[in-house]
């Protein structure tokens, strides 16, 4: 599909198993909206991408998905714990002149349903985070 003229095509599947290391050389950036195990012949190849400076994008859901596979969860920062609660909580814009939230404010209310395992790795970005107790 193009999207923005002529500025990106995008090219959707649900076949993972066509993200082959040589497919991926073929892209700008790669957006993961998934969950479960995936049938990647090879997941190294994604890790490799990225280290090697290809964009990656992992959408909600995409932190719950190889379990099994440490690279990943360091990659993506952690993984999925459940859905404990579902209520509107204050959120803390941690990057507030970062493109992704630049329009956000210093914080903002939102609907909150799910958990990390765990608090990301100290060298992941963080862009929001959890204002426990804030009534922003």
Same mark, same amino acid.
């Given at each position: 599909?193009?999207?923005?003229?002529?500025?990106?095509?995008?090219?959707?599947?649900?076949? %993972?198993?066509?993200?082959?290391?040589? $497919?991926?050389?073929?892209? /700008?950036?790669?957006?993961?909206?998934?969950? =479960?195990?995936?049938?990647?012949? +090879?997941?190294? %190849?994604? *890790?490799?991408?990225?280290?090697?400076?290809?964009?990656?994008?992992?959408?909600?859901? %995409?932190?719950?998905?190889?379990?099994?596979?440490? /690279?990943?969860?360091?990659?993506? =920062?952690?993984?999925?714990?459940?859905?404990?609660?579902?209520? +509107?909580?204050?959120?803390?814009? +941690? %990057?507030?002149?970062?493109?992704?939230?630049?329009?956000? @404010?210093?914080?903002? $209310? @939102? *609907?909150?349903?799910?958990?990390? $395992?765990?608090?990301?790795?100290? =060298?992941?970005?963080?862009?929001?985070?959890?204002?426990?107790?804030?009534?922003?």
């Amino acid at each position: 599909t193009e999207a923005a003229g002529d500025h990106f095509v995008v090219e959707c599947t649900q076949d %993972a198993s066509t993200l082959t290391r040589e $497919r991926l050389a073929d892209f /700008a950036g790669v957006v993961f909206y998934t969950t =479960g195990t995936l049938p990647m012949p +090879e997941p190294a %190849a994604l *890790i490799d991408y990225v280290k090697s400076g290809g964009g990656f994008v992992g959408v909600h859901s %995409a932190t719950d998905t190889f379990y099994d596979y440490a /690279a990943y969860g360091e990659m993506i =920062g952690g993984y999925f714990d459940g859905h404990p609660w579902h209520e +509107e909580v204050g959120v803390l814009v +941690e %990057a507030p002149d970062h493109p992704a939230t630049a329009h956000l @404010g210093s914080s903002f $209310r @939102g *609907i909150l349903s799910h958990a990390p $395992r765990a608090q990301p790795d100290p =060298g992941v970005a963080v862009d929001r985070s959890l204002g426990h107790g804030s009534s922003s």
